[in-house]
């Protein structure tokens, strides 16, 4: 157990709907990342924060946004969902975010849209 | 940009056998190296990194991987694997280039035989 939690564990739904993955770090952790993981495109590093600001983006779509709140967790917002959406999403934490930390898992999200 | 590339998608291998998984990143400056493993419908968990001196790092369960500069490489290696290895690995670089996120290589599915 990484200490990193994520809910839900799994989401169905329909394309063109929007939904709301929850993330909640390890305790003590100020950083949070996103990512993707998918069959075609892998294990992708979709945004970070640190201490409730944006430090970093990838390939984050535009109609991804996330945020994270001041007690430090953290929330992902897919909308206008595609089929091509479909995937493991995961969320990581370090200490402060640094490039030299490890980052600690959690299960992740899996998204199926219909 | 920073790149990571695993050479093989799928290893079989005999238990009790060794194994080295392969991994080999671009950079034009200085990175720091990670290798995480993902057990089936589970997060990813570091099982060693390099960030700089020995270039030979050990890790958790008996793994241990060698940072070549000079080859730009960072192969995975255990003596003796159990059924318990199955699993994807994947290699990861970090680093002032591209930021504090992980760039992930594609992963290798090391599959364990009786």
């Known amino acids: 157990d990484s200490g990193v939690t994520q809910t839900p564990k799994h989401l169905i739904t329909a394309t063109g709907q929007r939904v709301t993955l929850r993330c909640s770090p390890r305790?003590?952790?100020?950083?949070v990342y996103w990512y993707q993981q998918s069959l075609d495109q892998g294990l992708q590093f979709l945004i970070q924060?640190?201490?409730?600001?944006?430090?970093a983006k990838g390939n984050i779509l535009e109609r991804f946004s996330a945020q994270q709140f001041p007690d430090l967790h953290s929330e992902l917002n897919l909308s206008s969902l595609e089929l091509g959406d479909s995937a493991l999403y995961f969320c990581a934490s370090s200490v402060a975010g640094g490039a030299q930390e490890t980052q600690y898992f959690g299960p992740g999200t899996r998204l199926l849209v219909l | 940009a920073q790149s990571v590339t695993q050479l093989d998608s799928q290893v079989p291998v005999f238990e009790e056998a060794p194994v080295e998984l392969r991994c080999n990143y671009s950079?034009?400056?200085?990175?720091?190296l990670f290798w995480y493993v993902q057990y089936p419908n589970q997060g990813l968990q570091l099982l060693l990194k390099?960030?700089?001196?020995?270039?030979l790092v050990k890790g958790i369960n008996g793994f241990e991987a060698e940072f070549n500069k000079s080859q730009t490489s960072f192969h995975l290696r255990k003596p003796s694997v159990h059924i318990s290895d199955t699993a994807e690995y994947f290699c990861a670089v970090s680093g002032a280039n591209a930021g504090n996120m992980l760039t992930f290589g594609g992963g290798t599915r090391l599959m364990v035989k009786p």
């Open positions: 390099y960030l700089s001196g020995s270039t």
């Open positions: 950079s034009s400056v200085s990175v720091y």
């Open positions: 924060y640190y201490n409730g600001e944006e430090r």
């Open positions: 305790s003590g952790d100020l950083s």
